[in-house]
């Protein structure tokens, strides 16, 4: 069954590889979207797909890549919508 997450992932997180980490770890599992700093230091998150991968993504940014501090993970379950062809790392 295919879902949509919405992550937002606060703690050091920012200049630790933490996208790139993300955007690897979403195409290993075959997920689609997106994921970008934000201003506030934090890191966000939109990922489609399999249900069950989605979880395991939701697994992987609890800790994060090696160097990173994860505090505080919050996330919204949200319907399929199928508008991303492919994961990749948002610059704006």
Not at 42 to 51: F, H, L, N, P
């Amino acid at each position: 069954m295919n879902a949509r997450l919405h992550v937002k992932v606060k703690g050091r997180v920012q200049g630790v590889f933490f996208r790139a980490g993300a955007r690897d770890t979403a195409i290993q599992l075959q997920l689609k979207g997106w994921v970008k700093n934000n201003s506030d230091g934090s890191v966000e998150a939109v990922a489609e797909g399999d249900k069950q991968h989605l979880e395991t993504f939701l697994e992987w940014c609890q800790n994060g890549p090696q160097g990173a501090s994860v505090s505080e993970v919050s996330s919204e379950w949200k319907d399929y919508k199928g508008e991303f062809n492919a994961f990749s790392i948002r610059y704006f």
